[in-house]
């Protein structure tokens, strides 16, 4: 509508248009951020309004949130990111907006170097990268607060805290194929997201952890009666076995003394 009534706002946006506010990932305000730019903006129609049975707009808000939070922990100022909620027709309120945040952001200058931010360039670029590597894992953890329905404007800023954030982050989890247990059956291999199981028939299985996005899929589908999948929250994952001592000694073989491989 702003356009069609030639309304004025700041040039200095980039409009990315979506289906529904509830499309925008925690991790493609993330990305936004890791490409250069100095604030994010969320517009979705108004709560009680989406056109959807899914209410997408409630997620939305909750993601922001949320993504306010991690932007604290990683040292950026949280009202970089805004979420408002307009009806199409409302074209003076988006221009209004857009005018507002824009001058905002101004103020707060180049990303990473605004008011209580002073971050290294370089150092801002690897953190936003880690925690878009653990956008899964962060979603896997807060599912069901992100589903929630916030109706009270009130409860917003203390929806996510920070020492539940600083939490969050300290007790990453990471997954660990334990090789005396691995009985190479690959059914974990099969259902990584992101290929990042080592995997080779009659050999134990390892989880590259650069790759690994902490989905904990592994650790569901491992068969209980292997059970080789370990969850370690905060702690070193034990080194992986080298390549050359991977294959599996099944117990009829052991007693004799050989391997699959042989
Ligand atoms: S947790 Fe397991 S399944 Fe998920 S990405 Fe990591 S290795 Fe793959
Ligand atoms: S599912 Fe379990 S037993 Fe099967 S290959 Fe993976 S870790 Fe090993």
Redesign the pocket.
Known sequence: MAGVSRLQYTTETRLIRVMCSGRVDLEFVLRAFSNGMDGVIIGGCRLNECNYITHGNYHALTMALLCKRIMEHIGLNPERLRIEFMSSAEGNRFAEVMGEFGSEVTKLGPLGKGKGEGIDPKELKSKLAEMTKLVPYIKLVKDEKLASRLTDPEEYDKFFTKDEIDKLFSEVLSYY??PE?????????KRCPVEA?I?AKNQ??VIEQEKCIKCGT?FE???PK????TKISGGPVPPSLPEDKRAIVRKAKKEKGETDRD
Do not use: L, N
């Not at 247990?181 to 291999?189: E, H, L, P, S």
């Not at 292997?226 to 999948?229: G, I, R, S």
């Open positions: 194929i334990d247990k691995c009985q190479a059956c690959m059914t974990c291999a199981i995997s134990v299985h592994c589908v491992c068969p292997f059970a080789a999948v």
